[in-house]
Structure formats: structure tokens, C-alpha cells
């Protein structure tokens, strides 16, 4: 048992000094699955910013945060807080992880508003921004009054 866990240690460590740490520079987060267009309108609004992406995965929709861990060291790209490392941290499997595992299998997969610009116009129409714009006017009359 003992040589095993060793086994595991030294092939993780062996596959994550090649790696440079995938696993540590993004988060992803399952969000509420979009119903009108107004839902669809805020996550254009998560593209509009830099390094987030949102997918779709098993049905189910997720926000990806392309963001490094502060702990994961620019030197030697290991974590800089090993022993300490978040349980999120430690259940990840090296076996299926960012570097040995397959292509992601996205059914949806946006990485800016453009995409998701487009998407809408095949949702809701090509007219799917004029919305905003009638909102405007309306705005603006309600104002002069
Ligand atoms: S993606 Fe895999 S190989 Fe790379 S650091 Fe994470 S566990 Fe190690
Ligand atoms: S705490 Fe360590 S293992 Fe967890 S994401 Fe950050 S660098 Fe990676």
C-alpha cells in the first residue's frame, strides 16, 4: 500500500512538472440554466469581460473564470500552499485532469459576447438587440415627461 501511494506521488509529480499547472488557472461554476432573453442578455454581459467563457455541459450551464491561482508559483508552477491546499484541490484526479484527460465534450461552449450575440439572433431573432434600444426611447420619453 505504502509503495503504491508512492508510485501515485512520484507520477504526479513526474506528469505536473511537465504540466505547468492547468488545473490551477481557471474555475468554472455551474450557473442557473438561461429562460428568456433577459437571462441570456446577462451572460453576453459575463463575455463583454475578459477571460470567462460559459459552457454547456450534461445539459447543465457553467460560468469559466480563466483566472491563475494566486498559489500556484510562477517559479516551479507547484502550489505554493501544498499542504494546506483546498479540498476542491485535493479531490482532483491527476488521472482524468486538464493534461491526460480527453477533449472536453461542450454541447455549447462561448468564449466572448459575439458568439453569444449570434446565438441570441438564432434564439429570438435578428432583431434581438432592439430591445435595448426601445428601452432607451422609452427611458427618454419618460424623462421629457
Ligand atoms: S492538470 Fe493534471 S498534470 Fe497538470 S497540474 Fe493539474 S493534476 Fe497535475
Ligand atoms: S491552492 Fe494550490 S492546488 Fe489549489 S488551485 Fe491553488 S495552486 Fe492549485
New binding site residues.
Given amino acids: 500500500m505504502a509503495a503504491a501511494k508512492a508510485k501515485t506521488k512520484s507520477r504526479r509529480k513526474i506528469q505536473c512538472d511537465k504540466c505547468g499547472?492547468l488545473?490551477?488557472r481557471y474555475f468554472a461554476l455551474p450557473i442557473d440554466d438561461p429562460e428568456d432573453w433577459d437571462d441570456y442578455d446577462d451572460m453576453r454581459w459575463f463575455l463583454c469581460h475578459e477571460d470567462i467563457e460559459v459552457f454547456v455541459e450534461e445539459g447543465d450551464w457553467y460560468i469559466n473564470i480563466k483566472n491563475k491561482?494566486k498559489?500556484?508559483s510562477d517559479k516551479n508552477y507547484k502550489?505554493?500552499?501544498?499542504d494546506k491546499?483546498?479540498k476542491i484541490?485535493r479531490g482532483y484526479k491527476m488521472t482524468d485532469c486538464d493534461y491526460t484527460g480527453k477533449e472536453y465534450d461542450y454541447e455549447l461552449h462561448f468564449t466572448n459576447d459575439h458568439q453569444m450575440e449570434e446565438y441570441m439572433k438564432i434564439k429570438f431573432g435578428d432583431k434581438v438587440l432592439d430591445k435595448l434600444k426601445k428601452k432607451k426611447r422609452r427611458r427618454k420619453k419618460r424623462k421629457k415627461r
Fill in positions: 499547472g488545473c490551477c491561482c498559489y500556484l502550489c505554493d500552499m501544498y491546499r483546498p484541490c
